[in-house]
């Protein structure tokens, strides 16, 4: 028989969210007190009344009356203390009596019934017995249940067997509802947190809010169902207990400070001689530590990415106190490492992995390894943890990121090494727990890509011990219809290796800006650009006129779409008008010339608005705030640093800073001046460039150009682009590998899109001393390149001086003449490499006839040059 639809919980807006109450439906509201329960109940029965309804209502519990006074119900009294078998049965005696006809049932608080039965299984026996009862008449049926009080021998049944269940929390006297289960009915927002304020029920969209108000939930110890007789749980009872009694004055501080150091070294850091180890050590307290193991699943470390982000987080609130009102609350989950081992073990992967070597088929290897790790299974009980967290983020997006043991680290970066995964977190709670489970197995096989393996080989560390913990986030941002998406996304540097101009103080620091998500500022796109930005001087660009500054400005944003369920990318106008109210002016600039232009055409509705940044960066404080938040990480660090970031507007004046992610930045020393010979002679300068140049300044003799030509490479077939990355990788990477190697040729190298560039890989280029990328294949040369990228990091921790050069720009110089006369060795050293002759020019200082190859490389002055020369003397 169909159900009855139209019935109501007393709530229409609520009604609305769930999708209506249907007759059947068993309604359990989880709360931390009862007086948050009371609303909703004085609603529920005042409904019965105004419909006609009857009102059954079964007293058994030591709390006040949940019926309201002076409303018509038929009460019966019953004591649990009879037990199990004649309460329910004098229970479904009642119902067997009032029959069908969408009766209306509240009970009182089912946790007291745990208490008087001593089991939270029985209680989950009763309710699975008696919730399918009430659905077979047709009734209607409201619960109460004490929040993170029970096992899951009592939630899990209650949550399995219930139509709907909803967690209720109060903040700040507004009541939120969260539904966690929503039996056979589907929206795009129901599974979001909602506010109740009057008669209305609405989706809270802004991560930050979000955030905010499920952090203050009281949470449980997420590892309910271990043994509390194990080490791991012991640990962590112990310190709880002993951090309990030291707020009230009774544990002393040698004590504490000895559980201190062993929490410490059960979740972030285990080598106390390790930098890392001190820096927690100083900031870390125990309650603070008490409160990511309070947010863990399973055992181990929380891995290189999460220590640095709750690290900087603690710097932060300890050193600039100021500022927490300015930073958006994290609710981050931990996936612990021993989870990542017991899944290899597990999945039959672990001897595979264990016997991998560096020989000729270590990629080949690896893959089939992936594939295995890929497909594999968890145990019921992590399944279960990861329900909960799914569970508690709703359908709020969730980003799930590696977080490995080696990552992150001062001296390894792994910077994009290692997957991040994003979650729309669309769909039913099965889909979305599927989905969820899929992006854990990603970050876990990323750990056999060529391109992580290649960085521990290069590194010396491919029998470092390596696991995989990981970070599950909630994706910083905001509902905009049926996009997801934050207003900036950025990384930035304490220190600034791009000195464009003579005004720009290095130590004070750079962003790397992007609207949307910030995987455009931290992936290199070669077919978009960002705001790179000079903490010095905010406003000041590395473009020049106007027409440059609109052609480099990013056009395309990455969101995540809710109805595609997936990470996209739109373009700029259509993401704007695709969302709600935006605070425009704050990112974007008219573009006042294309509007003129328009009219005269007699065009309407043209999109004109370009993404400059200007009034965030001149009418806000929030460069003030980023050079201080660098500022107080690399003091703390004594290193620089470098973050990922977003920001989020409240208003035009109020903003959260999301602070992500924090490491190292290793890029050592100081910039430095070179003195140039006066003058170099222009037929012996080969190339010479005017910026950008990124990395320490260099003096030095190269022993070793690869050229690749411009206008030969751009009429390649696709195919054919990456057999030369080949080519250029076996150059690169010979057995007898010279010196000092300098890498040359069009468009990007690295690329992704061949049609932009060399489609080299890091593998393939990490053993040059100089990259060198020249605007001669494509539409210019993009000012920023790929600064503040994965990519840029990759250079920076190989010690790879980072070279563009624009023909058409002052200072820059191809001499192709001299180029193009110099003796090419690449037939030499790679015999069947006779096709590309043309392409690939190999020069050898060896064979230049006594001469030498000279580059002179001033970051601080923006210039450098690579020329000929008998004899120089280069100077600092």
Same mark, same amino acid.
């Given at each position: 028989?169909?159900?009855?639809?139209?019935?109501?919980?007393?709530?229409?807006?609520?009604?609305?969210?769930?999708?209506?109450?249907?007759?059947?439906?068993?309604?359990?509201?989880?709360?931390?007190?009862?007086?948050?329960?009371?609303?909703?109940?004085?609603?529920?029965?005042?409904?019965?009344?105004?419909?006609?309804?009857?009102?059954?209502?079964?007293?058994?519990?030591?709390?006040?009356?949940?019926?309201?006074?002076?409303?018509?119900?038929?009460?019966?009294?019953?004591?649990?203390?009879?037990?199990?078998?004649?309460?329910?049965?004098?229970?479904?005696?009642?119902?067997?009596?009032?029959?069908?006809?969408?009766?209306?049932?509240?009970?009182?608080?089912?946790?007291?019934?745990?208490?008087?039965?001593?089991?939270?299984?029985?209680?989950?026996?009763?309710?699975?017995?008696?919730?399918?009862?009430?659905?077979?008449?047709?009734?209607?049926?409201?619960?109460?249940?004490?929040?993170?009080?029970?096992?899951?021998?009592?939630?899990?049944?209650?949550?399995?067997?219930?139509?709907?269940?909803?967690?209720?929390?109060?903040?700040?006297?507004?009541?939120?509802?969260?539904?966690?289960?929503?039996?056979?009915?589907?929206?795009?927002?129901?599974?979001?947190?909602?506010?109740?304020?009057?008669?209305?029920?609405?989706?809270?969209?802004?991560?930050?809010?979000?955030?905010?108000?499920?952090?203050?939930?009281?949470?449980?110890?997420?590892?309910?169902?271990?043994?509390?007789?194990?080490?791991?749980?012991?640990?962590?009872?112990?310190?709880?207990?002993?951090?309990?009694?030291?707020?009230?004055?009774?544990?002393?501080?040698?004590?504490?400070?000895?559980?201190?150091?062993?929490?410490?070294?059960?979740?972030?850091?285990?080598?106390?001689?390790?930098?890392?180890?001190?820096?927690?050590?100083?900031?870390?307290?125990?309650?603070?530590?008490?409160?990511?193991?309070?947010?863990?699943?399973?055992?181990?470390?929380?891995?290189?990415?999460?220590?640095?982000?709750?690290?900087?987080?603690?710097?932060?609130?300890?050193?600039?106190?100021?500022?927490?009102?300015?930073?958006?609350?994290?609710?981050?989950?931990?996936?612990?490492?021993?989870?990542?081992?017991?899944?290899?073990?597990?999945?039959?992967?672990?001897?595979?992995?264990?016997?991998?070597?560096?020989?000729?088929?270590?990629?080949?290897?690896?893959?089939?390894?992936?594939?295995?790790?890929?497909?594999?299974?968890?145990?019921?009980?992590?399944?279960?943890?990861?329900?909960?967290?799914?569970?508690?983020?709703?359908?709020?997006?969730?980003?799930?990121?590696?977080?490995?043991?080696?990552?992150?680290?001062?001296?390894?970066?792994?910077?994009?090494?290692?997957?991040?995964?994003?979650?729309?977190?669309?769909?039913?709670?099965?889909?979305?727990?599927?989905?969820?489970?899929?992006?854990?197995?990603?970050?876990?096989?990323?750990?056999?890509?060529?391109?992580?393996?290649?960085?521990?080989?290069?590194?010396?560390?491919?029998?470092?011990?390596?696991?995989?913990?990981?970070?599950?986030?909630?994706?910083?941002?905001?509902?905009?219809?049926?996009?997801?998406?934050?207003?900036?996304?950025?990384?930035?540097?304490?220190?600034?290796?791009?000195?464009?101009?003579?005004?720009?103080?290095?130590?004070?620091?750079?962003?790397?800006?992007?609207?949307?998500?910030?995987?455009?500022?931290?992936?290199?796109?070669?077919?978009?650009?960002?705001?790179?930005?000079?903490?010095?001087?905010?406003?000041?660009?590395?473009?020049?006129?106007?027409?440059?500054?609109?052609?480099?400005?990013?056009?395309?944003?990455?969101?995540?779409?809710?109805?595609?369920?997936?990470?996209?990318?739109?373009?700029?106008?259509?993401?704007?008008?695709?969302?709600?109210?935006?605070?425009?002016?704050?990112?974007?600039?008219?573009?006042?010339?294309?509007?003129?232009?328009?009219?005269?055409?007699?065009?309407?509705?043209?999109?004109?608005?370009?993404?400059?940044?200007?009034?965030?960066?001149?009418?806000?404080?929030?460069?003030?705030?980023?050079?201080?938040?660098?500022?107080?990480?690399?003091?703390?660090?004594?290193?620089?640093?470098?973050?990922?970031?977003?920001?989020?507007?409240?208003?035009?004046?109020?903003?959260?800073?999301?602070?992500?992610?924090?490491?190292?930045?290793?890029?050592?020393?100081?910039?430095?001046?070179?003195?140039?010979?006066?003058?170099?002679?222009?037929?012996?300068?080969?190339?010479?460039?005017?910026?950008?140049?990124?990395?320490?300044?260099?003096?030095?003799?190269?022993?070793?150009?690869?050229?690749?030509?411009?206008?030969?490479?751009?009429?390649?077939?696709?195919?054919?682009?990456?057999?030369?990355?080949?080519?250029?990788?076996?150059?690169?990477?010979?057995?007898?590998?010279?010196?000092?190697?300098?890498?040359?040729?069009?468009?990007?190298?690295?690329?992704?899109?061949?049609?932009?560039?060399?489609?080299?890989?890091?593998?393939?280029?990490?053993?040059?001393?100089?990259?060198?990328?020249? #605007?001669?294949?494509?539409? &210019?040369?993009?000012?920023?390149? $790929? /600064?503040?990228?994965?990519?840029? @990091?990759? +250079? %920076?921790? !190989?010690?790879?001086?980072?070279?563009?050069? #624009?023909?058409?720009?002052? &200072?820059?110089?191809?001499?192709? $003449? /001299?180029?193009?006369?110099?003796? @090419?060795? +690449? %037939?030499? !050293?790679?015999?069947?490499?006779?096709?590309? #002759?043309?392409?690939?020019?190999?020069?050898?200082?060896?064979?230049?006839?006594?001469?030498?190859?000279?580059?002179?490389?001033?970051? !601080?002055?923006?210039?450098?040059?690579?020329?000929?020369?008998?004899?120089?003397?280069?100077?600092?």
């Amino acid at each position: 028989m169909a159900k009855r639809t139209d019935l109501s919980c007393g709530i229409p807006a609520l009604d609305r969210v769930l999708g209506g109450v249907w007759s059947g439906d068993n309604i359990v509201l989880q709360v931390d007190d009862l007086q948050d329960f009371t609303p909703f109940v004085e609603r529920y029965c005042e409904y019965t009344r105004e419909a006609g309804r009857k009102l059954v209502y079964f007293r058994f519990a030591d709390h006040a009356a949940l019926l309201p006074q002076g409303l018509p119900a038929e009460v019966h009294e019953l004591d649990p203390a009879v037990g199990f078998e004649q309460f329910i049965s004098e229970i479904l005696t009642v119902i067997d009596r009032n029959g069908h006809d969408a009766v209306y049932y509240l009970f009182d608080c089912l946790s007291g019934l745990a208490a008087d039965w001593f089991s939270d299984r029985m209680l989950g026996n009763f309710f699975r017995l008696t919730c399918p009862y009430l659905y077979e008449y047709d009734t209607v049926a409201m619960f109460v249940l004490f929040r993170d009080v029970h096992t899951p021998l009592a939630t899990r049944a209650i949550h399995d067997t219930a139509q709907v269940v909803l967690d209720v929390f109060r903040s700040a006297d507004t009541l939120y509802v969260l539904p966690l289960k929503v039996f056979d009915r589907r929206s795009p927002t129901m599974y979001m947190l909602h506010s109740w304020e009057g008669e209305d029920v609405e989706p809270v969209t802004r991560s930050a809010i979000l955030a905010g108000i499920l952090s203050r939930s009281p949470q449980p110890w997420i590892d309910t169902n271990v043994d509390w007789s194990d080490p791991w749980t012991s640990a962590f009872v112990e310190a709880r207990e002993a951090f309990e009694a030291s707020e009230h004055g009774g544990a002393d501080d040698e004590y504490l400070a000895s559980l201190t150091t062993r929490l410490t070294k059960m979740l972030l850091s285990r080598d106390e001689n390790d930098e890392l180890f001190k820096l927690c050590a100083s900031y870390f307290t125990l309650g603070d530590l008490l409160a990511v193991g309070k947010r863990m699943i399973g055992t181990g470390l929380v891995g290189g990415k999460s220590v640095g982000m709750l690290l900087a987080r603690r710097i932060l609130a300890r050193e600039v106190p100021e500022l927490a009102e300015s930073l958006e609350i994290h609710d981050s989950f931990y996936v612990g490492s021993d989870v990542f081992y017991s899944y290899l073990v597990r999945n039959d992967c672990w001897w595979d992995r264990f016997r991998l070597r560096a020989d000729d088929e270590l990629f080949e290897r690896a893959a089939r390894i992936a594939d295995k790790i890929s497909s594999g299974s968890f145990p019921p009980v992590v399944v279960e943890q990861f329900r909960e967290i799914i569970d508690y983020f709703g359908q709020s997006p969730l980003i799930v990121r590696s977080s490995s043991l080696l990552e992150d680290a001062y001296g390894n970066s792994f910077s994009g090494k290692y997957e991040s995964v994003f979650c729309a977190n669309q769909g039913d709670p099965e889909q979305r727990l599927e989905a969820f489970i899929d992006a854990v197995r990603s970050v876990y096989a990323s750990t056999m890509s060529e391109e992580a393996l290649s960085y521990r080989l290069h590194r010396g560390l491919l029998h470092r011990d390596e696991q995989m913990a990981v970070l599950v986030q909630r994706v910083s941002g905001e509902f905009q219809g049926r996009l997801y998406y934050p207003h900036i996304g950025g990384v930035g540097y304490s220190f600034n290796p791009y000195v464009w101009n003579k005004s720009i103080d290095p130590r004070q620091g750079m962003l790397r800006l992007v609207f949307g998500l910030g995987t455009r500022a931290v992936d290199r796109h070669d077919d978009d650009y960002t705001r790179v930005v000079a903490l010095s001087a905010p406003m000041l660009r590395p473009e020049g006129s106007s027409d440059e500054v609109r052609k480099y400005s990013q056009k395309i944003v990455n969101v995540l779409d809710l109805e595609e369920n997936a990470h996209v990318s739109r373009s700029f106008e259509q993401v704007v008008r695709a969302s709600g109210p935006l605070l425009l002016e704050i990112f974007a600039s008219r573009d006042t010339a294309l509007e003129s232009r328009a009219r005269s055409a007699g065009l309407e509705d043209v999109f004109s608005q370009v993404l400059t940044f200007d009034r965030l960066l001149s009418d806000t404080d929030l460069p003030d705030r980023m050079r201080l938040i660098l500022e107080t990480l690399g003091k703390a660090y004594r290193h620089p640093v470098d973050i990922e970031f977003t920001v989020n507007f409240l208003d035009e004046e109020g903003y959260r800073i999301n602070l992500l992610q924090c490491r190292p930045f290793h890029f050592t020393g100081e910039l430095t001046h070179l003195r140039f010979p006066d003058p170099i002679p222009a037929d012996l300068v080969m190339i010479s460039t005017g910026g950008p140049l990124i990395g320490q300044s260099l003096a030095t003799e190269i022993d070793r150009l690869v050229y690749v030509v411009p206008e030969r490479y751009g009429v390649l077939p696709i195919e054919e682009r990456y057999a030369v990355a080949q080519l250029v990788g076996r150059i690169a990477n010979s057995e007898d590998r010279v010196r000092s190697v300098m890498l040359a040729g069009p468009g990007r190298w690295g690329t992704r899109m061949p049609e932009l560039g060399v489609p080299a890989t890091l593998s393939q280029i990490r053993n040059a001393r100089v990259l060198c990328e020249i #605007a001669e294949m494509h539409a &210019g040369l993009s000012p920023d390149l $790929s /600064l503040g990228t994965h990519f840029f @990091n990759d +250079l %920076v921790d !190989l010690g790879i001086l980072y070279v563009g050069v #624009a023909p058409d720009r002052q &200072g820059g110089i191809l001499n192709k $003449s /001299l180029l193009g006369e110099c003796p @090419n060795a +690449l %037939v030499r !050293l790679l015999p069947d490499s006779a096709a590309y #002759a043309d392409v690939i020019r190999v020069i050898d200082a060896a064979d230049l006839g006594g001469r030498a190859m000279w580059l002179l490389a001033d970051t !601080l002055e923006q210039r450098g040059v690579l020329f000929l020369s008998e004899a120089c003397a280069v100077g600092q």
